[in-house]
């Protein structure tokens, strides 16, 4: 690949050194993600945009779904596929992009939100797809940080005291659900593995895979699947016949997996939420659109 460079090189010309900004991003997820990739919104709109030709994106790791969202809002593609694992966040997809959004749209807005509803909604312990999907956007809201795996617990005093109601905005969920019903036509969701999903793709050049795995550490508290091989993810990436994007940490192991897959990379800063700056790196089969 050319212009490879090698895990010990920090050329400057390979990075971006203004953090991005995301002021230009429009919140469309229903969703609170830990590791969302809002802020790098303004860069994967550069990456969809490197051809005029009809394609399809598919986003394997999909959690919150922002990057989907915003291609089918903004018509950067013209089909788009997310995939998702974790049956609580997936059950929202379903729910929202395969089935009855209205329900789920006017379920949130009608539900009066107290510690006692709350705690009835999220014990049941069978439920259906639409009572999952509910319980998990509420979990998402009133848990610490949106992280909806076990060990996360509910918010107690929460922002000005407002306790769990501090992070629920009925009416603002509401309209983002109506609003990607606008674009369904073009969306569809896979409860499914993204080595699977992706290993049938491989080889459609007409399919920009946007790749945003769960990773290490930070991966461990935010997610219940968070152990996938990483090995096997830059291999299958690397025979991806279409056009892709991976991100990662900035780490040696990842710079590691790139020069061994001979996979060319650029590292990108951004702030984390706790206002920590770090890089991130960004994986693809071709830098033309970088700049
Ligand atoms: C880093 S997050 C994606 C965040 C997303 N880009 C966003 O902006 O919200 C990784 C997601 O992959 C999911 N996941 C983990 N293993 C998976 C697998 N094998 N197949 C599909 N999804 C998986 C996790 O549940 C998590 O939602």
Redesign the pocket.
């Known amino acids: 690949m050319d212009g490879q460079l090698s895990i010990f090189e920090t050329k400057q010309e390979k990075t971006t050194s203004k953090v991005v900004n995301v002021s230009s991003v429009p919140q469309r997820s229903p ?1 609170r ?1 830990p ?4 802020w790098l919104i303004p860069v994967v709109r550069k990456w969809l945009k490197q051809s005029k030709e009809t394609k399809t994106l598919i986003e ?8 989907s969202l915003t291609a089918a809002f903004e018509s950067l593609a013209d089909k788009i596929v997310m ?4 049956h609580e ?1 997936a059950a929202v997809w379903e729910v929202i992009v395969n089935g009855d959004h209205n329900w789920l749209a006017d379920k949130i807005y009608s539900f009066d939100l107290t510690s006692e509803n709350a705690n009835l909604i999220l014990k049941k312990e069978v439920k259906t797809i639409k009572e999952q999907a509910f319980s998990t956007i509420l979990k998402n809201r009133i848990f610490h940080g949106g992280i909806i795996t076990k060990g996360s617990g509910q918010i107690k005093n929460g922002e000005n005291g407002k306790g769990i109601k501090s992070r629920w905005y009925p009416k603002t969920l509401r309209d983002r659900i109506l609003a990607v019903a606008h674009v369904k036509p073009k969306m569809k969701f896979i409860t499914g ?3 699977a999903e992706l290993e049938k793709i491989k080889n459609d050049v007409n399919i920009y895979s946007f790749i ?3 990773y290490t550490v930070a991966g461990r508290r935010l ?4 152990e ?1 091989d990483h090995d096997a993810l830059f291999a299958l990436t690397s025979q991806l016949k279409g056009k892709f994007m991976l991100t990662y940490d900035d780490t040696e192991e990842i710079r590691g997996l790139a020069v061994r897959y001979n996979l060319d990379f650029r590292t990108i800063p951004m702030k984390t939420t706790h206002h920590i700056q770090k890089n991130e790196i960004i994986i693809s089969d071709n830098f033309d659109w970088w700049k």
């Not at 394997?60 to 922002?66: L, Q, S, T």
């Not at 995939?83 to 974790?86: A, G, H, K, P």
């Open positions: 969703f993600y590791g969302g990739k809002t394997p790791f999909a959690g919150g779904g922002i990057v995939v998702e694992l974790d966040v593995d993204a080595f945003d795995p769960p997610y219940t699947h968070f996938i």
